[in-house]
């Protein structure tokens, strides 16, 4: 198992570097710079501004630059906020993205697994239909259409949840962007799940433990834990995607996480800013998957040796 672990390690490193790589480079080929302004600078203090920040030596010495900077846990200052650093401005918005994230992968997994355990042991009924239906609702609509759909009704209709603005934010404010963020991987995990655990009902161990009588709390026991590792491979990339924001909600109800402070560094053209949410987020997508991939370890031992 430690050998397994290392191995994803490995990987993960050039990783990490490839999606540093391009990030960079590809921020600087978008038209426009992080001083250029409705009334252009005079072109000595543009000079000025660009030899403080490093902007005016080659490319390959700024990305060269960077990565030693990095390497050593310095994201840089912001080009935009001049007065605070990256790491500053990335602190103030991962702990609302956390949050956010963390109550929306809670709720989805709720959801997903129980709702989807519920129409595999009901295949054809009712209650499958109703589950399958909802599902592929959740996940076809996107959350841009759900966020307003869900403001409109609890919000302006019903009155009872705060709409946006994140000012003096109380667990009411967040309702609605969790629900908004859950919704989509509720639906995904409910249709994978019904589909893992009907073909796990279907093996011979199983067909065997329901002829034998056992209770069906017990045969359900162990088919949920054969049909998990499906469920566990793409958590990762779930969790990741739910913990580091969404530009969408955050932009809609006005929580200043991570998307929102990625939005405004790319807008400003920001490079640190752009640099340090990619880095940040990447971290957290290769070391959720990395978590994925030990579970996954751990529930099919033999995947220790196929990887």
């Known amino acids: 198992m430690i050998g397994f672990v290392l191995r994803r390690l ?15 480079f590809l921020i600087r ?16 203090a543009m000079a000025a501004l660009q030899e403080t920040y490093g902007l005016d030596q080659p490319l ?10 990095l390497a050593s846990g310095d994201f840089g200052p912001s080009f935009s906020f001049r007065d605070r650093g ?23 997994l709720a959801l997903g697994i129980g709702l989807g355990a519920g ?3 009901r295949p054809g009924r009712l209650l499958d239909r109703v589950i399958g239906l909802g599902a592929g609702l959740g996940v076809a609509v996107p959350t841009f259409v759900v966020a307003p759909l869900l403001q409109i009704v609890f919000g302006l209709g019903l009155g009872w949840l705060p709409v946006g603005s994140w000012e003096g934010g109380t667990p009411a404010h967040l309702v609605l962007p969790v629900l908004t963020l859950a ?10 799940t019904r589909a893992s655990l009907r073909e796990t009902l279907a093996l011979p161990h199983i067909r065997t433990q329901r002829a034998m009588g056992l209770p069906r709390l017990r045969i359900a026991r162990h088919a949920l834990r054969g049909a998990l590792l499906p469920i566990v491979a793409i958590l990762g990339s779930t969790a990741a995607a739910l913990l580091t924001g969404s530009v969408v909600v955050e932009t809609l109800f006005g929580l200043p996480g991570l998307g929102r402070t990625f939005v405004d560094g790319a807008l400003n053209r920001d490079y640190t800013l752009v640099m340090g949410t990619v880095v940040l987020v990447g971290v957290f997508v290769i070391g959720l998957n990395l978590v994925a991939d030990i579970l996954c370890a751990l ?4 995947l220790r040796i196929a990887r």
């Open 60 to 69: 390959a010495v700024q990305y060269l630059r960077y990565l030693g900077a």
């Open 29 to 44: 080929l978008a038209p426009g710079g992080p001083f250029d302004l409705e009334r252009p600078l005079a072109p000595a």
């Open 10 to 24: 490995l990987q993960a490193v050039p990783t990490l570097l490839a999606v540093v790589t391009v990030s960079f």
């Open 299 to 302: 529930l099919d031992p033999r």
């Open 119 to 121: 129409a595999a042991f």
């Open 86 to 108: 990256v790491a500053e401005l990335l602190g103030h918005g991962l702990p609302v993205s956390m949050t956010v994230g963390g109550l929306a992968l809670g709720l989805a």
């Open 183 to 192: 919704l989509p991987q509720a639906g995904l995990l409910a249709r994978l």
